[in-house]
């Protein structure tokens, strides 16, 4: 069963007293089991009619737990059985009759093809590709917050555009992360120095994997990508030590 969040109010809320989340805020809860997946990808999902969540006044999508464990199971679906959307419909569809359902065994439905003809078998007509920038209407959405919010936060550094006024796709954890402290009462203005704390690290890295990039060898220059995400996953592991341990507790 996913772990979601509750608690918190109005339109602009992450998560509302209904329990109901953004699509931000999903994003970051299939991430634990699909670390691969993508708000573009949560659209493609919905206009299959694979899922069907509520819209609020402003039109900003929200799902509820229901909607998330649902499409958690059609990510399962096509990863572990590589089963084609019409059919992960139709099993759903069964599932909700209270009809037994049957899946072949992982791995199994591979072995019928592959290359371009086997992906469209699988997963029918391909969605476009998971864009690297998102547009400020579409960052506003899946934090399910308002123009004033945002402003607010780009304010203070924690939330920057890039070219042509678009935003870099992480931004939608970075924006979702603050609409849930906010929930705490902690605001922008309280971040700065864990920002600054974000642009140090990043230097540090940055130091680290330059001269992989400036090197004339190709394919050590290949290897920057790869060591850049490697040291990222570790800065992030030891900040989070370290606050635990300044605040002296576990955290899972």
Do not use: C
């Not at 065994?105 to 086997?118: F, H, L, N, S, V």
């Not at 992480?170 to 920002?195: D, N, Q, S, W, Y």
């Not at 974000?198 to 994997?209: N, P, T």
């Amino acid at each position: 069963m996913l772990h979601t969040p509750s608690g918190g109010a109005g339109d602009g809320a992450a998560a509302t007293d209904s329990g109901l989340m953004s699509i931000g805020t999903v994003l970051n809860v299939l991430r634990d089991e699909f670390p691969e997946v993508t708000v573009s990808k949560i659209r493609f999902l919905e206009t299959e009619g694979l899922v069907e969540p509520q819209r609020t006044p402003s039109g900003y999508r929200k799902f509820s737990a229901e909607d998330v464990e649902r499409l958690a199971r059609v990510l399962r679906m096509q990863r572990d059985h590589y089963l084609p959307l019409k059919v992960i419909r139709e099993h759903l569809d069964a599932l909700e009759r209270g009809e037994p359902v049957r899946l072949p065994a992982p791995g199994r439905q591979r072995e019928a093809g592959d290359g371009e003809e086997w992906f469209l078998a699988v997963f029918g007509e391909p969605e476009e590709p998971a864009p690297a920038r998102i547009g400020r209407e579409e960052l506003l959405e899946a934090a399910g917050i308002e123009e004033q919010q945002l402003a607010e936060w780009e304010s203070y550094g924690l939330v920057s555009s890039v070219e042509d006024g678009a935003y870099d796709a992480e931004t939608v954890t970075v924006a979702t992360l603050l609409v849930e402290l906010g929930r705490f009462g902690i605001e922008p203005r309280h971040l700065r120095a864990m920002k600054a704390a974000a642009d140090r690290e990043a230097v540090l890295v940055e130091q680290v994997v330059a001269p992989l990039r400036r090197h004339r060898n190709p394919q050590t220059r290949a290897h920057a990508e790869a060591r850049t995400k490697e040291l990222a996953g570790l800065a992030v592991k030891l900040h989070a030590a370290l606050v635990r341990t300044a605040l002296g507790v576990r955290l899972p």
